[in-house]
T-cell receptor
């Protein structure tokens, strides 16, 4: 019952470094999402992938790129990390219509 | 545009007290509505949902009713426990994509013994 798995759980970067956050789901879900969570702002959608082979921007895509590697995996990349990207990042996936999103446990990212 | 507004926290309660967390949404389309809960150090878990007007979602003693006339989906629990201490998020589906969610800012609930 792994559900949605995110790696790493914690990471500290220096400004300008690059990093890829990994996400994998084992529920055969078509759609996957990346959110960031900041105090007092709830979760904001960065990018999503409605199905394998497609990706689209969400509410706050600047500074990020994504890859839907296959149906299971959806990665988020920071090419040149900035302190404003310090946040908790959540990956989620969703199954058939009207089913809820399943979330991973998050990646806590600090950029110095 | 679409938005979800929920009451600010933290909300501090004693064990066995009654909990209400207000949530209102913009009346664009016919969204499905959700309450998610986040325990410390964990991801979000679905607590309950309602997909149409007058539906009542319930789980673990929590309830919320989809009120179209007041565009509200308030979360209630009659007698909270220390284990209910968490952050609660109200969310709605977006009209342009059934899979995408818009979240409220979250309400931290602290229950003391």
């Amino acid at each position: 019952n792994a559900g949605v798995t995110q790696t790493p759980k914690f990471q500290v970067l220096k400004t300008g470094q690059s990093m890829t956050l990994q996400c994998a789901q084992d529920m055969n879900h078509n759609s996957m999402y990346w959110y960031r969570q900041d105090p007092g702002m709830g979760l904001r959608l960065i990018y999503y992938s409605a199905s394998e082979g497609t990706t689209d921007k969400g509410e706050v895509p600047n500074g990020y790129n994504v890859s839907r590697l296959n149906k299971r995996e959806f990665s988020l990349r920071l090419e040149s990390a900035a302190p404003s990207q310090t946040s908790v990042y959540f990956c989620a996936s969703i199954g058939p219509l009207n089913q809820p999103q399943h979330f991973g446990d998050g990646t806590r990212l600090s950029i110095l | 545009g679409n938005s979800v507004t929920q009451m600010e926290g933290p909300v501090t309660l004693s064990e066995e007290a009654f909990l209400t967390i207000n949530c209102t949404y913009t009346a664009t389309g016919y969204p499905s509505l959700f309450w998610y809960v986040q325990y410390p150090g964990e991801g979000l878990q679905l607590l309950l949902k309602a997909t149409k007007a007058d539906d009542k979602g319930s789980n673990k003693g929590f309830e919320a009713t989809y009120r179209k006339e007041t565009t509200s989906f308030h979360l209630e629990k009659g007698s909270v426990q220390v284990s209910d201490s968490a952050v609660y998020f109200c969310a709605r589906t977006l009209t342009d994509s059934w899979g995408k969610l818009q979240f409220g800012a979250g309400t931290q609930v602290v229950v003391t013994p």
